[in-house]
């Protein structure tokens, strides 16, 4: 069986997966049932100075998809209400009956250095494996000059963190906002101020639905509502590509990462991985599903890395991020087409509908004038290869995309003699 342990910017844990800084590890109850069920760490609520942060009612707010599945999750929950001294004196008693787990501590503080200067100590003296500096929280926190607001300014993430490092020997991670137009600044300045890694995504600024009878948007808080923090399977894209910008880009190539954002199996875990995550944060899935869900993520991704003939994390990790690139450095002459497999079609049209209506007008109905049966083919010469029809057909695996040969050699658009901008001479 695939070994699933990390070191990760020199924090040990028996698996990558780990659960966010939110409501699951708000205390030491809670984080000792992540632990009985499998989870290799946790990263626990945000601490922050006395007296502790006051709560509202109610706090969350879904999208949902047809069956009632949980898309999107809306948050206005701040950090830990509970008292300082309680958190610490939890995280030193978990830390201590569960040694071979690795426990993250996030803090938010004003962006004075003698709070952190002040904290930094009580914390190392938990026994605590890291912290976690949270720059992302999108609601109630940036009023008061944290949070978000802090991540939104490059020049604030680096001088924080160059604080932290300065009153504490433990790893530093800074927890990225994605509320920002260029990911990859924030993750420079972290860099800069000499983080041991980054994680992201936090989440993304949301109203999620309204009730059209009191016209006020959920979470209802008394007749009013505000914008709340976005998670869930909804942001898993937003996530992936933020976190594949940091690992290409040449500035913070080799930072280590932890993904966070709509991670609820083991898939999800591998691709982030995929793209250079060293461990994956879970919030949403084990709100929705409880702690046990990690049983299947870790056999999951154990069982699918052994089909591979991968022993370790390492041997895929970050092995995608060669493979994501510029749109500029596509090949202009790959050329694939949609194909539909006439054993598995039901006839349902959407194919076509799809095609004829927004498309490309690259699939033919033919309809047989004795029976009435309709059969669906692609026109080859016409398809351009957008793969609309697949993404539109009921049946996975019923229509794919073929690569058909050009005969032409590599070209992307800087090279392109139809870009009136062309560079000739520029490769990926």
Known sequence: MADLSVNFCGIKAPNPFWLASAPPTDKAYNVIRAFEAGWGGVVWKTLGEDPPAVNVSSRYSAIYGKNREVLGFNNIELITDRSLELNLQEITEVKKAWPDRAIVVSLMLPCEEHYWAAILPKVEATGADGIELNFGCPHGMPERGMGSAVGQVPEYVEQVTAWCKKHTRLPVIVKLTPNITDIRRPARAAKAGGADAVSLINTINSITSLDL????????????????????????????????????????????????????????????????????????????????????????????????????????????????????????????????????????????????????????????????????????????????????????????????????????????????????????
């Open 213 to 428: 009878d009191k016209l006020v948007a959920f979470p209802n808080v008394g007749g009013a509502s505000t914008h709340g923090g976005y998670c869930g399977p909804a942001v898993k894209p937003i996530a992936l590509n933020m976190v594949a910008e940091i690992a290409r880009d040449p500035e913070t190539c080799g930072l280590p990462i932890s993904g966070i954002g709509g991670i609820g199996n083991w898939k999800d875990a591998a691709e982030f991985i995929a793209l250079g995550a060293g461990c994956v944060q879970v919030c949403t899935a084990a709100m929705l599903h409880g702690f046990r869900i990690v049983q299947e993520m870790k056999d999951g991704l154990a069982r699918w890395m052994d089909s591979k003939g991968y022993q370790t994390l390492d041997d895929f990790m970050g092995k995608a991020v060669p493979n994501t690139t510029d749109w500029k450095f596509l090949d202009m002459n790959y050329k694939s087409i949609a194909h539909i497999n006439q054993d598995d079609c039901i006839k349902c049209g959407r194919c076509y509908v799809a095609c004829e209506d927004t498309s490309h007008q690259s699939i033919f109905q033919l309809i047989d004038e004795a029976s009435g049966t309709r059969t669906y083919k692609v026109n080859d010469e016409e398809c351009v290869g957008c793969n609309l029809c697949e993404i539109t057909c009921p049946v996975q695996g019923c229509i794919t995309m073929v690569a058909v040969p050009t005969g032409k050699p590599y070209m992307n658009w800087t090279q392109d003699p139809r870009n009136p901008r062309a560079e000739i001479k520029e490769t990926a």
